[in-house]
């Protein structure tokens, strides 16, 4: 990446030109509480996948076909 390179995101995240200081923190704050989000959605993401490891080697399978095909599928798992 040359000096050249820019980010195409950076017009999306940069403030706006003319923004206030009064503008500026409730800007700020929101970014703040929707990282505080993310965050929680990121830590409850992680505390599923490890509550999926315990589970006793349950496997969760989606068929996916069409419903009339005449086939029925059984899965047994140990």
Known sequence: ????????LAIFTRPPPNETSTERVAREEREARARQIS???DEQLKKDKA???RQN???RVLLLGQSESGEL???KCP
């Open 51 to 53: 509550a999926l490891k």
């Open 57 to 59: 080697g349950l496997v």
């Open 73 to 75: 599928v059984c899965l």
């Open 39 to 41: 965050d929680q959605i």
């Open 1 to 8: 990446m040359g000096a050249t390179d820019h980010d195409p």
